[in-house]
């Protein structure tokens, strides 16, 4: 399975900005990633297959909101209210099971090459 992401750019902050990430054919969890400069990957977002088994990351919680339209497999991530530290490259995921553990980048098999997101102040 590919995954191909868009949607990244530059907002100022406060603004909105959508990523989607269309995979090449079906997987059960899809999720989101990001990597700041100088930092760790971390969790952004997943949704399992059916639209259950949501959940954030507590920093995007109430500002980011993940949705899936499994006929064309893919997955988008609709950014609201964005902060300066919500700049980063943003991956999207997706796996072919249920995750034991969704907040996990090691619960995932396949990755898209990223899309960079950049808000200013």
């Known amino acids: 399975v590919q995954l191909q992401a868009s949607g990244g750019g530059l907002v100022q902050a406060g603004g909105s900005l959508g990523l989607s990430c269309a995979a090449s054919?079906?997987?059960?969890?899809m999720a989101w990633f990001r990597q700041a400069p100088g930092k760790e990957r971390e969790f952004v977002a997943t949704?399992?297959?059916?639209?259950?088994?949501?959940y954030y990351a507590d920093s995007v919680k109430g500002r980011f909101s993940i949705s899936r339209d499994n006929a064309q497999n893919t997955v988008y991530l609709q950014m609201n209210t964005l902060k300066p530290e919500d700049t980063a490259v943003y991956y999207c995921?997706?796996?072919?099971?249920?995750?034991?553990?969704?907040?996990?980048?090691?619960?995932?098999?396949?990755w898209g090459q990223g899309t960079l997101v950049t808000v200013s102040s």
């Open positions: 054919g079906r997987t059960y969890v």
């Open positions: 995921a997706a796996g072919d099971s249920v995750a034991a553990s969704p907040l996990s980048p090691l619960s995932y098999d396949y």
């Open positions: 949704a399992g297959w059916s639209g259950s088994r949501i």
